[in-house]
């Protein structure tokens, strides 16, 4: 959040008149408590003056409508081994900002987007001033990020890339006698958490497709 809003101020500072309005919104604050990482990044918005410009709003499941209105998605987190974020913003056609060594982000969006130094805001800043005025944020660039998430990064993609990693890397081993039976998986879940129920309904499939017996 401190970066997000450290981001803001850099962007903002090299402004120039004519410029269209540029705003920063930030989805899911939490308490403003002092201490809080929002309690200083509102701070920092007061301090330099562009509190009109820096947003904050609730969290919600609903972030599409977020995503559809904006031009760039900025992924200011210091570590994230696989933002899955990234993949949310690029289906909704977005150029994605993230920090160089902070995770797997650069892997994801890929020349698509942009990894800029470390921790460095400034860095970020400029960056966003080359992209958001750009024909990135136009529509046949939005088009060719939504066409190459659909293509590489569906969830049943995902889960399918993941088994093949899994396979891969578990050494063949005899035979030995199954609960289950012979070709035969049981997958158990506690069937309260939809993310989970997704993840076994998509392994089963997987399972099905080389010819073994699931039952969930």
Known sequence: TDLFAM???EFLKA??????PVYFVWV?????HPDSPYFYAGM???IHGFEDRLMFRKKTRNVEPYFAGADVFL???????FPCVVHEAMACGLPVISFDGGGGAKELHKDMGAAVRFGDPCAMAAELREIVFSSAVEEPARDARRHYILQNWTSQKYYEHFAGLVN?????RPPRPSLAGPGRVILAGDGACSAENEVLYATAQTL????MAVEI
Do not use: W
Request: proline share 18%; glycine share 16%; charged share 30%.
């Open 7 to 9: 981001t803001a101020r």
């Open 75 to 81: 992924l200011t987190a210091r570590a994230d081994p």
């Open 44 to 46: 920092e918005a007061r």
């Open 28 to 32: 899911g604050g939490g308490p403003v």
């Open 168 to 172: 891969s890397a578990i050494p063949p």
């Open 15 to 20: 402004e120039k008149p004519g410029d269209p």
């Open 208 to 211: 099905e497709r080389a010819g």
